[in-house]
């Protein structure tokens, strides 16, 4: 296929239908997540000392950070639309060993990380409201274990919840984040008279990838462009339009609970958002919370593990992972391998680990780690391709190229070396790893060199 032909809408479909405020919609629902909610109350809870204008300077930088991706994966989607990944991306800009590196941080290593943070928080949040006496872990565990059947059994029982969770999601938010309009400040027993300065601070690029987390996921939407009506101009408004409601919402919820919470709750709870949603709502907040959590946990967790295992096949089959990943079960036809192994690795992370708020809030900043990781990549990848192909047709260009870029690969680097050293120790080993799995991959099974970028056929 040519490079600058549509792809084709997907199976069963004859038209391209979705708009920008359809993929705004899904960046939305796949953001708005337990983790992000967590994620950006212990920002502002570790951000306390700071003022409210520098706690704001911080969300602003996360936000035009995710900005400064949308444009790039943006220009990239539309330069190759028969494609739609950053693993094609890398590919022809810099060589396959970048392009396995850029896929397992910015998609497997980013759920080895994120989705057992969410399925710990499930676990909490479920034993705290429901009452349930059963040791830790285990219901983090055997939902893992239920989803993972279901999917190799082939049956997505939960995608109907999914586009009436993101609304459950979306409302609470907001109305969590407008209350402080009308609330009092909650005064916590044992707080009052403390002196703000006695919790522990935090670097201002930590912060900022604690608020980022609430803004990654956005590029989701470059591999359905081919369902997408007028994909040059919706693909760049979706990712901006679904960025900036992102901030909005995000920056309202911060802001209510830094008015109605004590940084104490908000730094040294296991469930902060619970605690918040107590504030809002009282004892319904709860109930409000154990459904959202159950439905968000749920279909996060089963888009993941049906998503994740689609393409490791698929590098499987493409040579550029082990071959035992495109098994598929004899009698459902699903990727049964994948599926098992993604299960059994994110499990890892639970036993190994508590489900303390540091234990949680470490999780979080090693997947925000690993997601940046990837998006250094992709700016790597447009300043490449501008460079080595100049004349090709670009549906979309990047405003002030190379600024955004430049401005982006340099914030992410920053956000990453302000990360915990326990959590630069934990990163670091997990893509050191992927990194030379990937070098020796490329080098001696698929036999290419390590930066020998593919062609770009632009039908020229």
């Not at 601070?201 to 900022?208: I, L, P, R, Y």
């Not at 296991?270 to 319904?284: M, N």
């Not at 036993?351 to 925000?368: H, Q």
Request: with cysteine; aromatic share 8%.
């Amino acid at each position: 296929m040519d490079a600058h032909q549509e792809a084709p809408a997907g199976p069963g479909s004859t038209r391209k239908t979705l708009g920008a405020a359809t993929l705004a919609a899904v960046i939305v629902g796949v953001a708005v997540s337990q983790v992000a909610l967590v994620g950006v109350l212990q920002g502002v809870g570790v951000a306390g000392q700071q003022s409210l204008w520098m706690i704001g300077i911080a969300f602003a930088c996360a936000y035009l950070l995710a900005i400064s991706y949308a444009l790039t994966f943006s220009e990239l989607a539309l330069m190759m639309p028969s494609s739609g990944g950053l693993s094609t991306y890398t590919e022809v800009a810099i060589g396959n060993f970048p392009a396995l590196l850029a896929t397992f941080s910015g998609y497997v290593v980013v759920n080895v990380f994120g989705v057992p943070a969410e399925l710990m928080l499930f676990d909490s949040v479920v034993r705290e409201i429901g009452g349930i006496a059963l040791p830790p872990k285990v219901i983090a565990l055997t939902l893992l274990a239920v989803l993972a059947v279901l999917n190799i059994r082939g049956t997505d029982v939960f995608a109907a919840l999914q586009n009436s969770t993101a609304i459950l999601k979306v409302g609470l938010i907001l109305f969590s984040g407008l209350a402080l309009f009308w609330l009092a400040p909650l005064e916590v027993p044992g707080t009052a008279g403390r002196s703000a300065q006695e919790a522990p601070a935090a670097d201002f690029g930590m912060v900022v990838g604690l608020f980022f987390w609430c803004f990654v996921g956005a590029e989701f939407v470059c591999p359905i462009i081919g369902e997408v009506k007028n994909s040059q101009r919706v693909i760049p408004r979706a990712m901006l339009l679904g960025i900036t409601a992102l901030a909005v919402l995000f920056g309202l919820y911060s802001l209510g609970a830094r008015t109605l919470l004590p940084q104490d709750v908000l730094v040294n709870s296991s469930f902060p958002h619970l605690d918040y949603a107590k504030v809002v709502f009282g004892r319904v907040g709860a109930i409000v919370l154990l459904l959202t959590a159950i439905t968000a946990t749920i279909g996060l967790v089963n888009a993941v593990l049906a998503g994740i295992s689609r393409m490791l096949e698929g590098m499987a089959l493409n040579g550029q992972a082990f071959g035992f990943l495109a098994w598929r079960h004899a009698r459902y036809d699903s990727p049964s391998a994948a599926i098992i192994a993604i299960a059994v690795t994110f499990s890892i992370p639970i036993l190994l680990m508590g489900g303390s708020p540091e234990t949680i809030t470490n999780l979080v900043i090693a997947a925000s780690t690993s997601w940046l990781v990837a998006y250094i990549v992709a700016h790597i990848n447009l300043i490449v391709l501008r460079r080595r192909y100049p004349n090709a047709r670009r549906p979309f260009r990047s405003p002030l190229f190379p600024l955004p870029q430049i401005v982006g690969i340099a914030g992410m680097v920053y956000v990453i070396s302000c990360s915990p050293h326990e959590v630069m120790v934990i990163a670091g080993y997990v893509l050191g790893l992927v990194g030379v799995a990937s070098a020796l991959w490329t080098r001696f099974v698929m036999q290419r060199g390590l930066f020998v970028p593919a062609v770009l056929d632009d039908g020229r």
